[in-house]
């Protein structure tokens, strides 16, 4: 598919779901401007989630889901330095928050 109709494409899906994204302290995806002592709640309520033991299975998966997430951060960037429209550095910058917090995750298991 070529990159500019994948990049419609891929901005109609974001658009469409928007509204179900929602705001506030419960939702990873928007951070909604609340902060506790300077970090975002998502990032915090993840750092203080008790640690858990988990199967290697999940642990794998876990990993496969922080990848992912660094996929789609860096596509965003490079359709950023492409077209230079501010929505793509502001997924990357979200899709970097979700690897921090899955990253946080990895770390926090035994």
Do not use: C
């Not at 598919?1 to 419960?26: V, Y």
């Not at 988990?54 to 860096?74: I, V």
Request: aromatic share 14%.
């Amino acid at each position: 598919m070529e990159l500019k109709k994948f990049a419609k494409t891929l901005l109609g899906i974001l658009f469409a779901f928007a509204p179900l994204m929602g705001s506030g302290i419960n939702n990873f995806h928007s951070y909604g401007g609340t902060y506790h002592y300077g970090t975002p709640y998502g990032l915090y309520y993840v750092e203080n989630l008790p640690k858990q033991r988990l199967s290697e299975k999940e642990k794998e998966e876990l990993l496969y889901m922080r990848e992912e997430e660094k996929l789609a951060r860096d596509v965003y960037l490079t359709l950023y330095r492409k077209w230079r429209l501010p929505i793509f550095r502001n997924i990357a910058r979200s899709e970097q928050r979700h690897m921090d917090m899955v990253g946080v995750l990895i770390k926090n298991t035994d």
